[in-house]
């Protein structure tokens, strides 16, 4: 079975640009993170979908940071305008269960902001 | 509110060491999960375990042990016999059922383990 697939896994950008990373769940996984990790401030939750649905974006920086879950099956993260403070790891995990609470990441998204 | 606290931030060891990554956790709740991740260099992370908050047994999965001790609010993870392969970033979380909805992650700890 397919897990939880991010793009592009390096991007590297100037500051100012647009920034679109891309996730793509594990298929019947109702639940959807992005997670940002850097060296210090580890592993943060951005925002948290349910059944496509955002439940609870308080964890995103500010408005250049904005994301969407059209269907269930596809997420994306935008940053605009990209700042080098952007610069992390951006990870995106899926969740089957509500009850549950075990998440599957992805791969994760470099991202370098020049 | 609810806090994960992995004290140690690096962890040196030559391989075939035992080691012990500590984990302490704070949550108001009576129900709730914990778990660890593994993040090897390569960048992505791995579920290693999950326990909840009701089952308090040690469990042991080959040369990884866990110790859940609700009295002492902590959840251990034991590598006995470390290889050079266990190397990574080994992170303890926090879920909550009621008042939770994802994973609340301590700072990890950085393990490496020389030939």
């Known amino acids: 079975d397919a897990g939880v697939i991010q793009s592009p896994r390096h991007e590297v950008t100037e500051m100012g640009q647009e920034v679109t990373l891309r996730c793509k769940p594990i298929s019947g996984h109702n639940s959807l993170f992005w997670y940002r990790q850097t060296m210090m401030r580890g592993l943060e939750l951005l925002i948290y979908?349910?059944?496509?649905?955002?439940?609870?974006d308080s964890g995103m920086p500010e408005d250049r940071f904005s994301a969407k879950m059209p269907n269930a099956s596809f997420s994306t993260l935008k940053i605009q305008p990209s700042e080098p403070r952007d610069s992390a790891v951006y990870f995106c995990?899926?969740?089957?269960?509500?009850?549950?609470?075990?998440?599957?990441f992805g791969e994760g998204s470099r991202l370098t902001v020049l | 509110a609810q806090k994960v606290t992995q004290a140690q931030t690096e962890i040196s060891v030559v391989e075939k060491e035992d080691v012990t990554l500590d984990c302490v956790y704070e949550t108001r709740d009576t129900t709730y999960y914990l778990f660890w991740y593994k993040q090897p260099p390569s960048g992505e992370l791995v579920f290693l375990i999950r326990?909840?908050?009701?089952?308090?047994q040690n469990e042991i999965s080959g040369r990884y042990s866990w110790n859940f001790q609700k009295s002492t609010s902590s959840f251990n993870f034991t590598i006995t016999a470390s290889q050079v392969v266990d190397s990574a970033v080994y992170f303890c979380a926090l879920f909550n059922s009621n008042s939770g909805y994802a994973l609340n992650f301590g700072k990890g700890t950085s393990l490496l383990v020389t030939p």
């Open positions: 979908f349910n059944n496509n649905v955002p439940i609870d």
């Open positions: 995990a899926s969740r089957g269960g509500a009850t549950t609470g075990e998440l599957f």
């Open positions: 326990r909840n908050s009701f089952d308090e």
